[in-house]
């Protein structure tokens, strides 16, 4: 029996590629197992975003030499795999497996193609050790493939509670700052009827939650099927109790989509709308494809349809070209919609992105880059915290996920806010009454009133 261990970096679709991965692997007889340790097979499934993102990574694998020395196998898997390539066989050491986003069918075959070429180095004499032969040159495999959606293979799910369900791989725009669209293709869209039948199989293992994953989400297509189509058809599968959809895009952000939402009692009233900026030259710059204006319409049919609708949203700062005055309209834009969450970002430049041909000059020093992030951060919080304070002495019905991580019990309120309260760990996987009682800013902690009987 092989032993599988994958660790997992970026968004969302990259956890949920690591849970077809794994159920690809365990077709084909491996175990997952949750330490590198006593692995046969390491798997470090990479993002591409930023350049921080794959630094970490090239550090990562460099730590896990050791289990490589040992004989294990290391293949890096996903975003940056398909950005570097071949460059990577020889990075941090040595990797035997470089293999992109729409290659895992071929993994395992792949596998054990390297494995073959490959000394057992544990058969070697101690001694021998620090001499290793020189291991062989490892594998890659990429390129696209328009028609792999992985339909019919089945996920290898961490949690039982809620559930990623990928309908849409790739993307179809081309914001100027942005590798995702050549690290992993066009936007392809998987069958309607498949995401059903899946969402169906998932209630009836009990799983109450589902997330509905794309790049550009709401761009979904297929045969006639519109995407508020396909919400509408998943938030009425029985035992289905929450849906939630990630990441939308404003251009693809209907008032029918809204109309769903606000009218299907299982969507969660929770929007994660990217804006990106809050100047319009800017957005004009990364080829967003709305302006400001546009953009707050929309978040305005959404507040008037569900008044007490959690929004949130990624902003990237010092974009190149980026003017104060710019910025400003940033600071405005988080002031005027107070957002619930918010993820921000530095911009990092990403090889081959239309952006790195804008002109050198307007590009935001590193040092003005990350005070204007920080104070975009404090001003973010303080509305945060804000919002959070208020919602103190509510009672939430909340899906519980887990123990927590300094005890008790964690979930989620509908409006996706994490929050920690005692209670018996026979509540995981059921929904439970819980009074906010206090807020860190960013989070709750809770009393139990009672647990909800399953609908
Ligand atoms: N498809 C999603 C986002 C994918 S990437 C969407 O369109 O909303 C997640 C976030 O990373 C983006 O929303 C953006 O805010 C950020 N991001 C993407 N490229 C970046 C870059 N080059 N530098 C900094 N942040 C970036
Ligand atoms: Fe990147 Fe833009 Fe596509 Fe999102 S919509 S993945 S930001 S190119
Ligand atoms: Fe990263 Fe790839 Fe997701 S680049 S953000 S893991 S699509």
């Known amino acids: 029996m092989k032993r599988a261990y994958i660790e997992t970096y970026g968004c969302q679709m990259n956890i949920s590629d690591s849970e077809l991965i794994a159920g690809i692997l365990a077709e084909q007889g491996f175990v997952a197992t949750d330490k590198p340790d006593d692995a046969d097979v390491i798997l470090v499934n990479t993002c591409a975003i930023r350049d921080h993102a794959e630094q970490r990574v090239i550090g990562r694998v460099g730590q896990l030499q050791q289990y490589r020395r040992e004989g294990a196998l290391i293949g890096v898997t996903g975003c940056m795999a398909q950005r570097m390539g071949e460059s990577l066989l020889g990075r941090a050491g040595g990797v035997d497996l470089v293999m992109g986003p729409d290659a895992y069918r071929q993994l395992p075959d792949k596998l054990e193609e390297v494995a073959a070429k490959r000394t057992p180095a544990r058969s070697l004499p101690l001694a021998f050790g620090s001499h290793a032969p020189q291991q062989p040159r490892g594998l890659t495999v990429l390129g696209f493939d328009p028609h792999e959606n992985y339909e019919g293979v089945a996920a290898k799910r961490i949690s039982t509670v809620s559930a990623w369900v990928p309908i849409q791989r790739g993307c179809n725009y ?126 305005a049919w959404v507040r008037e349809a569900m008044p007490h609708v959690a929004l949130s949203t990624d902003v990237i700062v010092a974009f190149p070209g980026e003017t104060d005055e710019e910025y ?128």
């Not at 938030?235 to 939402?261: C, K, Q, W, Y």
């Not at 819980?434 to 647990?451: D, N, P």
């Open 174 to 299: 081309r914001c100027t700052y942005c590798i995702v669209p050549y690290v992993r293709g066009d936007e392809k869209n998987r069958d309607p009827l498949a995401i059903l039948d899946e969402v169906r199989a998932l209630a009836q293992d009990g799983v109450p939650e589902v997330t509905l994953l794309g790049q550009t989400v709401n761009s979904y297509e297929h045969g006639g099927w519109d995407f508020p189509r396909l919400l509408r058809e998943v938030a009425r599968v029985d035992g289905i109790r929450r849906v939630r959809f990630i990441s939308p895009h404003p251009n693809d952000f209907t008032r029918e989509l809204v109309e769903v939402m606000a009218t299907e009692p299982a969507v969660c009233k929770q929007l994660h709308l990217p804006v990106q900026s809050g100047h319009n030259r800017t957005l004009k710059r990364m080829l967003r494809r709305y302006t400001v204006e546009e953009y707050l319409e929309k978040i």
């Open 328 to 455: 400003e309209g940033t600071l405005e834009l988080m002031r005027s919609v107070r957002y619930d969450d918010a993820f921000l970002y530095k911009y990092s430049e990403r090889d081959g992105t239309p952006a790195t041909r804008l002109p050198r000059d307007q590009f935001v020093p590193d040092e003005v880059g990350q005070a204007r992030l920080e104070r975009l951060i404090a001003t973010h919080r303080a509305i945060q915290a804000e919002i959070y304070a208020a919602e103190v002495g509510r009672i939430e019905e909340v899906l519980v996920e887990k123990e927590g991580r300094r005890g008790g019990l964690q979930g989620r309120t509908e409006s996706n806010k994490v929050v920690t309260f005692e209670g018996p760990v026979e509540l995981i996987g059921g929904f439970a009454e819980v009074r906010l009682s206090s807020t860190s800013g960013a989070t709750f902690s809770g009393e139990l009133v009672g647990a909800l009987a399953a609908a």
